[in-house]
């Protein structure tokens, strides 16, 4: 698990599993993203096609240098999809 972002508005963790055991030798890692909206308090976790597309679009939004509002306006544009309750144990 790596922390990846941290604002104010958002926290942003990179989750790798390990394949499963019944996967070819050369599967891919199950890992994926979870991101944090802290005022909503909700969260989610994407994998597969969903976290590369996110992976894409944070890799081609830090090629302009953003700012951390740019950032964040990246990452909102994911949180239609935020259903889950953050839940702090």
């Given at each position: 698990m790596h922390m990846l972002y941290n604002s104010d508005s958002f926290t942003v963790v990179q989750i790798d599993l390990p394949p499963e055991a019944s996967a070819a030798p050369d599967a891919d890692s199950r890992g994926g993203y979870e991101i944090v909206d802290k005022f909503a308090r909700k969260e989610i976790f994407i994998h597969g096609v969903l976290a590369?597309?996110?992976?894409?679009?944070?890799?081609?939004?830090?090629?302009?240098?953003?700012?951390?509002?740019?950032?964040d306006d990246f990452i909102e544009g994911f949180t239609s999809l935020l259903q889950q309750p953050l839940v702090l144990h």
């Open positions: 590369q597309s996110f992976k894409s679009g944070v890799e081609a939004l830090i090629r302009s240098e953003p700012s951390e509002d740019e950032i």
